[in-house]
């Protein structure tokens, strides 16, 4: 396996976690928060998913879907547009309410677009600087594994919210 192959797997696994967290749910559910200030699954998948398409946008100097493909409208989030959910309050993460296809959409074209710019990566490609603003700058192998690492905690944090959701409901 070259290196294109291992990042494309990273990602494919993101989206499987994303898809076998939210699938089946409905809008309650995914906007459930299991404290008062605890991040829900509509929250969680939104925010990977911004990361994801901010991030590597940067990387490889593309535009954002959420801008280019009308995400922002489809959402239509009382955030303002570059908004990733990073350093929101707790207020401005329970705002975040979605149908369970409109997340899933919207990771799958961002998933799309990163097999689509990961394909052609080479191991020296790996070595790129994408943020020179960092000391050490940081290389695009560096900011994919960082995306990586983001993405699957919160993927995980997702699939055990829904276990706590789906627990409440079954009376425990």
């Not at 990042?7 to 906007?31: N, P, Q, T």
């Not at 200030?37 to 990361?51: E, F, M, P």
């Not at 994801?52 to 593309?62: C, E, I, K, R, S």
């Not at 994408?130 to 997702?158: C, E, F, K, M, Y």
Request: hydrophobic letters at 45%.
């Amino acid at each position: 396996m070259n290196s294109a192959g291992l990042l494309l797997d990273s990602f494919g696994r993101i989206r499987e976690a994303v898809h076998e967290a939210v699938e089946g749910l409905g809008e309650d559910d995914l906007a459930a928060r299991i404290d008062p200030d605890a991040n829900s699954i509509a929250w969680l998948v939104w925010h990977l998913t911004r990361i994801q398409d901010d991030h590597l946008a940067g990387a490889f100097g593309t535009e954002q879907l959420w801008r280019s493909d009308g995400w922002r409208d489809r959402f239509g989030l009382p955030f303002p547009p570059a908004a990733t959910g990073y350093g929101q309050t707790s207020a401005q993460a329970g705002a975040v309410r979605a149908p369970a296809e409109l997340l899933l959409d919207y990771h799958d074209a961002v998933h799309d677009r990163t097999a689509a710019l990961l394909a052609p990566v080479t191991n020296a490609d790996l070595d790129r600087v994408v943020d020179s603003s960092w000391d050490p700058p940081v290389t695009l192998g560096v900011r994919l594994v960082s995306v990586i690492a983001d993405d699957l905690q919160h993927a995980g944090q997702a699939a055990y919210v829904r276990g706590v959701v789906e627990r409440g409901r079954e009376g425990g």
